[in-house]
């Protein structure tokens, strides 16, 4: 599990010295600890754009720590800014449209596209970001924020607001190389308030390895006040396959936050699935998600000993890969149903039960290689993509309980299994995303946390994908 | 002599009879053979001469330090056995960090009210001077073993001494002010508090002027001659407050440099010097001072301590605790008459007068829709402050309690918000009325 073009500094310095047509991957800042009250602390976000959230915008940033930069011509661009930044001494700082001052630098940069109506307009990103992208810090951080072009009146509009998604993804390969990430942020109309804790997230060291991806923030689920830190104090939350990897560093981040965490994986896993638990202070729970009376078991466990479960991350997942030609039927099935029909027969257990109490959160696992389609995985691939219309179509069920369901789908993550992969390539998969690596089962870990809380209340039925911005996929 | 009736219940009112307090002075001067305890007997004793109180009528000790002695930290208990008052005058200590005096006195004031005692002392007392000096952990771990443990080998002497490399890492270090959890010495946080919330040096530079100019005028008009008692030291007598500097200005304050960093704009002049002293305060219930003809300066009508993040503004939280304990006495800032604001740095209470007349902290921070309000000049800090009289830590809270309660029985005000920051992220207030 070592990239040496990380973690070796000689080989770093080599490959530099010698100019080498390889690019040396930045090491992405990442976060430690669990979720801290001011997680942009010090840090300086430069706001922009023409738009409506500029005070939503205000408050968020000041109170997360951070100092803006406000581009205008007039002092008065700085209003919204003046009475947040009382309250937390964040005091904004206004520059002109234009070059930007000498020297200068930004670690984050926030485009409130919310007020962009015709093609036109979208001159207004080059404006204003043009003169900045390269003032832009290490694991640096952009965030286009704009309304859904699914919401719009007029086709124009439409195509306006979906071209800030397409603006972003470019962008997003052009600064990979130093580690900085670049997300777009759909906001509906009335949901405002819910961007907060987005973009708390996407502006801090835990979102490192997500870009190039679309969030689009709703009001699909109901929701109150969440809070800033020990985000999950109280909750009880299900993690599956939590024995190693993915699921492992899952675990260990939710209880961090404050979850008690059930450990679920198969008998055979006892050991280390115990360990896991043991360590975090969880529960273990072993059951082979597989068998026909796996959701009655599941249901009848939380309910009896913890009253219900808060958080279900449906981790647990397989791969038997054979090009379809070559393919045993029994391969297909496994894949199919431990990726896809074990994770629909739990949850609706769960959910029929009212086991999984209101506000709950669903978080499956899917996979890039399931959206982009991989040679030899078919049936893989028809259980990971049947993940992302499963989270889709549920999340306008369940939305009025406060249930939100979304999928993760991890990139290439250095685990034990990709390790396995023949080094030329792992080489090549690594070097294929815009951060030019591979990420960590924290990375995926941290996203799963962040839809497990209760400050993600805006987004439902989403497919994040956690692929540091790979080539692959959509 | 036990002689309570049991009062549990009985709803009474705490007043402030009286309060008295050492002259402050510079640490490792004048009073470096007093420790917290010496000074604090000293104080009460003179609390007990000027009020002429009977002995017999004390139920308890209420006392805040901040370095308390480790052979004796309750300091309270340590001061009723020294001025041999009688053995029923029970004592507990608290700390608070700056906080603690005022912590000491509303604790008696909470006691009177729920009828616990009628008759309370609460003061404070710290001595920087008599700052124990610790042998780091390594080295008492290293030792602990050998000096108290089972019979050693010259092989396990050894040991020990290859634990103890390099020596400085043994050697007993200097006490700092600084915060446990961010390692921050104090004065950088006041530094980050004036670059974030742009409070000028100048503007700071100001305010330490007044702060002495105003301190020292009160120091010559004899304002303090009723709150302050002579201390004898080995070395002589101490009258008066030794920090104090009449003659400096604004001009002589710009002359300074920076201590915590560069750039900075926090100098020795616009912070409070490490002080030792002790201050006491007299309490009982109005019904207990009527009876034995005391006349009531003042009474509290709230307090309220909050606590902020100390990692972000370590010292703004009189600036919510303020308005908190405003909203507990059902005032606004207009309606009080006295505003007095322990000056742990100009930065600081700058800062915190600052957020107070910021609409949008009071929005974001306090959830009001509008500013709490602009502290006027010519009712704050009227006779100077922790700046220009020191901080002695625990015992600033009482001096400034004793002060404002003379003011609002003699000066025909009628209230007084006090407001104070501590370490930790702690912020103190509390509003006073006068008792007529």
């Given at each position: ?270 050991a280390p699935c115990s360990q896991v638990a043991q360590r975090i202070g969880g529960s273990t729970l072993l059951v082979d998600i597989t068998d026909p009376d796996a959701p009655d078991r599941i249901a009848a466990e939380l309910k009896e000993r913890f009253g219900g479960v808060d958080v279900v991350v449906h981790n647990a997942g397989v791969t038997r890969d054979k090009t379809l030609g070559r393919m045993q039927p029994d391969a297909w099935d496994m894949a199919v149903d431990i990726n896809l029909g074990a994770v629909i027969r739990i949850t609706d257990r769960l959910l029929r039960d009212d086991v999984l109490r209101p506000g709950g959160r669903i978080i499956c696992l899917s996979s890039v290689s399931g959206i982009a389609g ?101 | ?257 920076p201590v915590f960093a560069k750039d900075g704009t926090v100098t020795a002049g616009n912070a409070s010097p490490l002080t030792d002293g002790a201050a006491a305060v007299l309490l009982m219930s109005e019904e207990k001072a009527r009876a034995l003809g005391y006349k009531p300066l003042a009474a509290f009508r709230s307090w309220s301590y909050v606590a902020v993040d100390p990692a972000d503004q370590l010292l703004i ?120």
């Open positions: 599990m070592t990239d040496f073009l990380l973690e070796n500094e000689n080989a770093r310095k080599l490959v530099k010295t010698l100019g080498l047509p390889i690019p040396v991957p930045e090491k992405l800042a990442r976060a430690k600890g669990p979720y801290e009250e001011r997680p942009l602390d010090d840090k300086k976000v430069l706001v922009c754009g023409v738009g409506e959230l500029q005070s939503v915008l205000a408050q968020s940033l000041t109170k997360a720590g951070a100092y803006p930069l406000v581009i205008g011509t007039h002092e008065s661009a700085l209003e919204p800014f003046v009475g947040p930044g009382e309250a937390w001494a964040r005091a904004p700082e206004l520059v002109a449209p234009g070059e930007a001052p000498d020297g200068a630098r930004v670690d984050a940069i926030v485009f409130d596209g919310t007020g962009l109506e015709t093609p036109e307009d979208l001159h207004q990103l080059y404006a204003f970001i043009h003169p900045w992208i390269r003032r832009l810090n290490r694991s640096g951080r952009v965030v286009v924020i704009g309304r859904p072009a699914a919401d719009a009146k007029k086709p124009t509009h439409a195509a306006t607001r979906a071209g800030l998604e397409g603006f972003t993804r470019s962008l997003a390969k052009e600064i990979g190389g130093n580690g900085s990430i670049a997300n777009s942020v759909f906001v509906q109309k009335g949901a405002e308030a819910r961007l907060d804790a987005v973009l708390r997230f996407l502006l801090s060291p835990r979102s490192a390895f997500i870009s190039c991806q679309p969030f689009h923030v709703t009001n699909l689920a109901q929701g109150d006040q969440a809070p800033d830190t020990h985000v999950l104090g109280g909750k009880v939350a299900l993690v599956t396959g939590a024995a190693r990897g993915i699921g492992e560093a899952t675990a260990e981040l939710l209880a961090a936050e404050g979850a008690h965490v059930v450990c679920l994986d198969r008998p055979a896993d006892d991989n040679r030899g995985q078919t049936n893989y691939s028809a259980g990971k993509a049947g993940i992302v219309g499963f989270v889709k179509a549920l999340a306008a069920k369940v939305g009025k309980k406060g249930v939100t369901v979304n999928a993760i789908a991890p990139g290439f993550i250095e685990t034990r299994l990709t390790n396995a992969m023949p080094v030329a390539i792992r080489e090549v998969a690594r070097r294929m995303s815009a951060v030019g690596q591979g990420g960590t089962p924290e990375d995926v870990g941290q996203a799963i946390t962040f839809l497990a809380t209760p400050g993600a209340v805006g987004l439902s039925g989403e497919t994040v994908r956690v692929c540091g911005g790979a080539l692959v996929g959509a | 002599m036990a002689k309570k009736k049991n009062g549990w219940g009985k709803k009474q009112r705490a007043v402030i009879v009286g309060g008295v307090r050492t002259p402050f002075v510079k640490a490792f001067g004048k009073y470096l053979k007093l420790d917290s305890i010496d000074l604090g007997d000293i104080a009460v004793r003179s609390l007990l001469e000027r009020t002429d109180i009977s002995h017999q009528e004390i139920d308890s000790i209420v006392w805040g330090g901040v370095i308390l002695p480790s052979h004796a930290p309750n300091i309270a208990r340590e001061i009723a056995l020294d001025l041999r008052l009688p053995a029923s005058v029970e004592g507990m200590t608290c700390t608070r960090a700056c906080a603690s005096g005022l912590q000491a006195v509303t604790l008696a004031a909470a006691a009177i009210e729920r009828g616990e005692a009628d008759v309370v002392i609460a003061g404070g007392s710290d001595s920087t001077s008599n700052a124990p000096l610790n042998l780091p952990q390594k080295a008492v771990h290293a030792l602990a073993p050998l000096a108290f443990g089972k019979a050693a080998t010259p092989g396990d002497y050894l040991g020990v001494l290859a634990q103890m490399m390099p020596i400085t890492d043994i050697l007993p270090k200097m006490p700092k002010i600084a915060e446990r959890t961010t390692g921050e010495v104090m004065g950088e946080s006041a530094e980050s508090m004036a670059q974030r919330n742009e409070i000028s040096r100048e503007a700071q530079d100001q305010f330490a002027a007044r702060s002495h100019h105003r301190a020292a005028e009160a120091i010559a008009s004899g304002r303090f001659d009723s709150e302050v008692t002579a201390v004898e030291t080995p070395e002589g007598w101490v009258h008066a407050d030794n920090i104090v500097r009449g003659d400096t200005s604004v001009e002589k304050l710009a002359k300074l440099r939280g009189p600036a919510i605790a303020m308005p908190k304990a405003l909203d507990g006495a059902k005032m606004a800032l207009k309606d009080i008459d006295l505003v007095d604001m322990h000056e742990a740095f100009a930065a600081q209470v700058l800062s915190v007068t600052k957020a107070l007349a910021s609409k949008g902290f009071a929005e974001v921070r306090l959830g009001k829709n509008k500013a709490v309000g602009e502290v006027d000049e010519d009712n704050f800090n009227i006779y100077g402050g922790s700046l220009s009289i020191g901080h002695p830590f625990g015992a600033t809270g009482a001096r400034m309690v004793t002060t404002v309660a003379n003011e609002l029985a003699n000066s025909g005000r009628e209230t007084a918000l006090l407001g104070i920051c501590a370490a930790g992220g702690l912020g103190a207030a509390a509003v006073l009325e006068a008792v007529r």
